[in-house]
């Protein structure tokens, strides 16, 4: 059973950093698109950043600059440096993995971790 642990949310003051983890099991996880998105209350979930196969980087433009998504294969884990964070950054984050394979998408979900910037 494919899954997807996220961990590394928490509270944390304006400008400060938190570093959120997603190690995925069951999956040939070089092969997948990995990727953040983040939900806050009565918001639709929104992209943060993904990152291809090949270490192709896309960002969401709120968080250009400020967070950086990386992963390492060796360890089934795509990470997201969240630096200068901002109240607005506060939402539930959530790891995905997507793949699409012989006209086939395979798309997973973690549970997700909450983030909290506030004073």
């Known amino acids: 059973q494919v899954q997807l642990v996220e961990s590394g949310g928490g509270v944390v003051q304006p400008g400060g950093s938190l570093r959120l983890s997603c190690t995925a099991s069951?999956?040939?996880?070089?092969?997948?698109?990995m990727g953040w998105y983040r939900q806050a209350p009565g918001k639709q979930r929104e992209l943060v950043a993904t990152?291809?196969?090949?270490?192709?980087?896309n960002y969401a433009d709120s968080v250009k600059g400020r967070f950086t998504i990386s992963r390492d294969n060796a360890k089934n884990t795509v990470y997201l440096q969240m630096n200068t964070l901002k109240p607005e950054d506060t939402a539930v984050y959530f790891c995905?993995?997507?793949?699409?394979?012989?006209?086939?998408?395979?798309?997973?979900w973690g549970q997700g971790t909450q983030v909290t910037v506030s004073s």
């Open positions: 995905n993995a997507v793949r699409s394979i012989l006209g086939l998408r395979y798309n997973y």
């Open positions: 069951e999956i040939t996880f070089s092969s997948y698109t």
């Open positions: 990152i291809a196969s090949g270490d192709f980087t």
